[in-house]
Structure formats: structure tokens, C-alpha cells
């Protein structure tokens, strides 16, 4: 009998064993190249064949399936390169696929790995002079895919696709633009927390696109003109939240830094915007009852706490802040707190416009600083100027001209040069005689031969202005002589604060404190002062009527008191006066704020809509905050020794009632006159 055994043994040997493994392979471990903490551990060789050893992996160590591997980069090029082709002729599947790359939520199951997107992104750069409009939807859905959250080697290669996008397809170029403006605002598209992507912060976002903006400018010059007008379109609404203007405000003065020539541009837009939010403020102040108005100038102070600086670094603050509202409010409670946003967002954009220039008027030649003011002068005449009831916004002219009697004169200059333009309209011209004054009054740093010299040219003014109006006058009225009316007034005002400086003695400038109280002296004023004021005063323009009452009250009282003009009398005579009585303009004069037609507030009974208003616009200053910038630049009113002592002696009895106020000091009006 023949064995089995020993014929198998002739034949090929012993038996083999029956295999212990699968033939079909296992699933295998893509280990990150060059990363020694992926080798083994405890790699020791099996003491038996059939005994598996035990092996463990570094927690960090990036382990992948075979079914999640990573398309060669040759197969992505040739996967774009056919999506382009066929696109072409109108099959679109494979353009399909190549565009769902990009538009894939990044936090859905099936989204791409930054690595499958650069290896896309960079297939895409061998073929973007073929991108033209045909391709929008692909170009759009590469610019929104919000890259600026991935790493670096990513964003630095999106950047370069966009250089080339706008080089070979300057189409785009717009779309590319408003993709980088939106990314400075204060909810960019682009998501800082990707899956499997470390944190980027809002902050870094924006530096991003800064970066990409700053490239963009500098390969094509010509993207200035399309980055003025996108970043125009996108400044903020007016009702939408602080944070977003204080963001979006600060990222307009980085963009100057990489794109000068568009500084004039950026800085007048941020100024008319701002003078629009300064506007509608004392707009609705007026339009709340009194009594909620300046309480709530008054409890400013509490509600202001945040830092500009620090604005745009608080990731978790609500993007919709500015649409949410308390449902339990009445409605003149979310009014009031409406206002009180509104002067929030005021006084911390003022805020960083007053860090902003304030390098420039420091330690800076001479020249810089003229240049500097000079763009604020520019803002001043064609924005600030025309516009009725800005109240803070050019105190920023206020605060940068005092810092040098050079610029003092500048903006002095300026006014003056408005205010006796004959080619400009009665009202911009009556406006600038309010800021000339209001300046020359209220600014602690400006000489006393400025002081002089203004009302000196302001007299001469009105005697040529007497001149060509007395012979046919009949009495007062503002539609006709209405600029005269309005350089009257501000003569009476710088009187009534810079009175002491129009007194005849040394040149050089004496503190409040260390004058003598007025009783205590005789006074000899310069040439011409109190000759000016006898003059205009008494004229048959009759200017006491028609200038605002609080004014005049606070003139008479002074100029009595002073001894350099009684006008009791004549204030005793206007009272029988009856403007509506006398003479009247057309209706095509120019006149300041008064109706040409029969209107509610002209069938009043009292004769306001017939006066100036007591508007200057250096009255004082509110905005918590930003104050501080005007702090030792502004005068304010003090009552005339021997005069006002029992005003005086009030006012500091009622301080010291509220001495435990947490108010602030300096947040109201002026007390204890009728400038209040």
C-alpha cells in the first residue's frame, strides 16, 4: 500500500498548511511623512506565527482607511483640464464636480480636505486665462469658499490665484474686490473655525484680506478706483451696530495705509457718514420730550464702556446685535435706547478719528501738519459746513487747529474766507460766521491778537454792510439782511467770552485766574471796539431784535456791567416790536432757516421763526468718551466776577447737592448763563 504521505513528499514536497490569513488586504495606516512619533510601539516579533501582536499608535497620529484616500494631484489636473474642455461645449458634469469642491459646506461629511482643495485650486492656475465670463459660476464659487480660514500655504495660494484671475480676467476684477471688502467687516463670509483647521481669529481674517487687497492694488494700479467705490457701497447703514461701523471704520484707515492715493476718498466717506449719525442724534433728541432728551445726554456716561481698540477682538459678541430689541419696551423707552446706540457708535468712531490724526499734527514738520489740515479743511467745507445741526464731529477741527498758532490762523483764514465769499449761498456764508465765532470764543488756545484782529474785520464788514442797507431800511427784518444779522451775532458772542482780550493793555495772553475782578479796574478797550458794537447795535437793522434772545440777554447784561454799552432800553422798546409788522423779502431771498410760506411753525404766536437761532457749533461738548481729546483746548463759561455771584453761588449749592451723582463732570451744557 502506497502512503500518501511519502507520494505527496515524492511529488512537490510536504503538504502546505492551510492559510491563517485573508488573502484580500487589510486596511492600512497613512502615517504623516517624516513624523517620528508614528512608529510602533512595543515592536517586538511575535513569539508565535499564529499569535498577532499587540500594537498601539500615538494618539496623534492621523489614521486613515483606504476609502478616504487623497486624489493624486495628476488626476486633478486632469479631472479641471476635462471640466474646462467639455464646459465648453456645453457638458457639464465633470464642471459640476469641480465647482462642488469649493461650494461643499466645510462641516458636512463629504466636504474636501484643504490639501484635495489647494491641489484643485492650484490645477485651476494652469487654465485661468480660459476663465472668462462663461465660467463666472466656478470663479464665484473659488472667491466664496471661505479660504481665508484655512492655513497659510492655502490662503498664500489663493491669493496667488487671485492675482492671476485679475490679471488675465480683469472681469473679475470688481468681484474679487468686494470679496476682500466684505471679508474687513465686522461678520466676514469667511468662517475662522473650520473642521480639522486651527482657530483663526476674526482679527487675522481681516489682516488676511488686507494682505490679499494690498497685492491686488499693487499688481493692477488701476483696482484703486473699483476698491473706492466697493468700499463706499459697503460702509454700514446707518442703523446697524457700533461694533460693525468701529470694525469696519478701522479696517477703511489700514486700507490708506497700502492704498494712499485713495486717503482724500476714505476719509471724507468716513466723515459724511459720521456727520449723518451726529445729525440724527440731536435730530431725535429734539423730537423725545425734553426731559428724556437730557436725561439722557446725562446718563451717557454709564452706558459707554467699550474700548474702539479692543471692538473687533471679542469673537463671541452677537453679529445682529443692532436687530435685537427688548419687545417689553414702550415705545419712547426704545427710542431712548436707540439714541443712546447712536451716540455710542458717535463717540467711539470720533475715537479713533482723533487717534488717527493725531500722529500726524505731532512731532511731524511743519508741512505735514498744514497738509493734514488742510484734508480736514476740505472736509470741513464741502461736508461739515453745509450740513445744519452737526453737533460733535468738527470738533475735530476744533481739537488739530489749536495744536500750532500756524494752523490757528489756517482755520481762522478759512472761515473768514468763507464767510465774505460773495459767491457762496447766504446760508453756507452765515454758517461760517457761526464757526468763525464759536471758535474764536470757545478755543483756550487761540491768541488774543486773533481774538482782535477777527472782530476788528468783522466790524468793518458790517459798517460797508450799513452802508448799502440803512438808506432803504425800515426796520429789522431777517429775509433781507439776514447775513448782517448773523455777523452781528457772532460780534456779540466773542464779546461775551473774549471780552477781556478786546481790552486795551499787554499783548501777551493772561489767564482767567490771574485777572483782576472786574470791579476792581477801569476798563479801556482797543480802538474801535466799543465804537463797533454802538454802531451796529443802535443801527436802523435794529440787530438786538432779530439775534437770538439768549444771546442779547447775556450781552446786555455784560456790556452794562463792563460799562462799554447800555442797551436795556432798547431791549425795553423791541419788546412793543412786532416783526411780523415789518417789511418781509420775497420769496426768492435767501434767508437762515425761515419759511417762505405760511407753515405751523410760522402761525405761531411768538416771533422765533423770525430770529437766529443761538446755534454755534463749539457749543459744549457731550460725548463721554472722545472728551478727552478736547480736554485743555476748550473754554468754558464762567461767570464775570461781581456779576454772576449769585448765579455763581447757586450753581455751586446745586453741585453740591449732587456731589454722590455718578455723573460726570463736563457732560451737560453750560450752567449759570443763558448760553446754557
Known amino acids: ?29 497613512v502615517r504623516k511623512r517624516g513624523d517620528p512619533d508614528t512608529e510602533l510601539e512595543n515592536d517586538v516579533i511575535p513569539s508565535s506565527p499564529a499569535k498577532r501582536a499587540k500594537v498601539t499608535f500615538h494618539s496623534e497620529v492621523e489614521v486613515r482607511f483606504m476609502g478616504d484616500w487623497e486624489k493624486a494631484p495628476e488626476l486633478i489636473r486632469d479631472e479641471v483640464r476635462r471640466a474646462i474642455e467639455r464646459h465648453a461645449v456645453g457638458d ?44 463666472s459660476s466656478l470663479v464665484h464659487a473659488v472667491l466664496n469658499s471661505q479660504w481665508l480660514g484655512r492655513d497659510d500655504i492655502s490662503v498664500a495660494l489663493h491669493v496667488r490665484f487671485l492675482g492671476n484671475l485679475v490679471s488675465a480676467q480683469g472681469i473679475f476684477m470688481g468681484d474679487v474686490v468686494r470679496m476682500l471688502v466684505d471679508n474687513m467687516t465686522s461678520t466676514p463670509p469667511s468662517n475662522g473655525r473650520l473642521p480639522n483647521q486651527a482657530l483663526v481669529a476674526r482679527a487675522q481674517i481681516h489682516n488676511r484680506a488686507h494682505s490679499a487687497t494690498k497685492y491686488i492694488v499693487q499688481l493692477i494700479p488701476s483696482a484703486s478706483s473699483i476698491l473706492s467705490s466697493v468700499v463706499t457701497g459697503s460702509f454700514p447703514h446707518s442703523s446697524d451696530s457700533q461694533r460693525a461701523h468701529i470694525v469696519y471704520v478701522r479696517n477703511l484707515l489700514k486700507v490708506i495705509e497700502y492704498a494712499p492715493e485713495l486717503r482724500l476718498e476714505i476719509l471724507a466717506l468716513i466723515t459724511e457718514r459720521l456727520v449723518k449719525i451726529d445729525v440724527q442724534v440731536q435730530v431725535d433728541l429734539e423730537d423725545l420730550a425734553e426731559d428724556v432728551g437730557d436725561g439722557l445726554v446725562h446718563d451717557i456716561p454709564h452706558l459707554q464702556s467699550t474700548n474702539p481698540e479692543d471692538v473687533d477682538e471679542s469673537e463671541d459678541e452677537s453679529d445682529n446685535e443692532s436687530e435685537t430689541s427688548d419687545g417689553s419696551l414702550d415705545l419712547d423707552a426704545q427710542r431712548t435706547k436707540d439714541i443712546t446706540d447712536n451716540v455710542q457708535k458717535l463717540d467711539m468712531i470720533l475715537d479713533v478719528l482723533f487717534s488717527h490724526y493725531t500722529p500726524l499734527f505731532s512731532g511731524t514738520s511743519m508741512g505735514v501738519r498744514e497738509a493734514a489740515l488742510d484734508v480736514l479743511l476740505s472736509q ?11 453737533r460733535h464731529t468738527q470738533f475735530l477741527l476744533f481739537h488739530f487747529a489749536q495744536t500750532s498758532p500756524v494752523l490757528i490762523d489756517n482755520f481762522v483764514g478759512a472761515c473768514v474766507h468763507i464767510a465774505f465769499d460773495k459767491g457762496r449761498s447766504a ?14 470764543a470757545r478755543g483756550i488756545h487761540v491768541p488774543s491778537q486773533i481774538v482782535r484782529d477777527v472782530f476788528d474785520y468783522i466790524g468793518s464788514q458790517l459798517n460797508a454792510f450799513r452802508s448799502d442797507y440803512e438808506a432803504t431800511c425800515r426796520g429789522p427784518d431777517l429775509r433781507r439782511y439776514s447775513l448782517f444779522y448773523s455777523l452781528v451775532q457772532a460780534l456779540l458772542y466773542i464779546f461775551c467770552f473774549r471780552w477781556r482780550d478786546l481790552e486795551a493793555g499787554p499783548e501777551e495772553h493772561i489767564e482767567d485766574e490771574e485777572l483782576p475782578a472786574v470791579d476792581e479796574q477801569e476798563h479801556t478797550w482797543i480802538p474801535g471796539v466799543q465804537e463797533t458794537l454802538a454802531q451796529n447795535v443802535f443801527s436802523r437793522l435794529n440787530p438786538l431784535k432779530v439775534c437770538s434772545p439768549a444771546i442779547v440777554t447775556e450781552f446786555a447784561r455784560i456790556s452794562n456791567h463792563l460799562g462799554i454799552l447800555y442797551v436795556f432800553h432798547l431791549l425795553e422798546t423791541n419788546k412793543r416790536l412786532r416783526l411780523s409788522h415789518i417789511g418781509g423779502g420775497g420769496r426768492g431771498s435767501n434767508t437762515y432757516n425761515q419759511p417762505d410760506r405760511e407753515t405751523a411753525l410760522s402761525v405761531r404766536k411768538d416771533e422765533s421763526y423770525q430770529q437766529l437761532d443761538e446755534y454755534f457749533p463749539f457749543d459744549p461738548y457731550h460725548l463721554p468718551r472722545s472728551k ?7 473754554r468754558e463759561w464762567k461767570g464775570i466776577p461781581g456779576l454772576d455771584d449769585e448765579r455763581l453761588a447757586e450753581s455751586e449749592s446745586e453741585d453740591d447737592e449732587d456731589e454722590d451723582s455718578e455723573i460726570e463732570e463736563g457732560t451737560g451744557t453750560d450752567e449759570g448763563s443763558s448760553f446754557s
Open 380 to 390: 470741513f467745507a464741502t461736508i461739515i459746513l453745509p450740513t445744519y445741526r452737526s
Open 427 to 440: 446760508i453756507i456764508r452765515q454758517s461760517a460766521a457761526a464757526y468763525l465765532a464759536s471758535f474764536v
Open 628 to 634: 478727552r481729546w478736547i480736554e485743555g483746548d476748550y
Open 92 to 135: 457639464d458634469s465633470t464642471y459640476e464636480r469641480v465647482k462642488e469642491i469649493y461650494t461643499l459646506k466645510p462641516t458636512s461629511e463629504d466636504a474636501p480636505s484643504s490639501t484635495t482643495i489647494r491641489n484643485y485650486t492650484t490645477a485651476l492656475l494652469a487654465y485661468v486665462s480660459r476663465l472668462d465670463r462663461s465660467y
Open 1 to 29: 500500500m502506497v502512503s500518501i504521505t511519502s507520494t505527496a513528499s515524492r511529488i512537490g514536497g510536504p503538504l502546505l498548511p492551510t492559510p491563517t490569513k485573508p488573502i484580500v488586504r487589510r486596511p492600512t495606516l
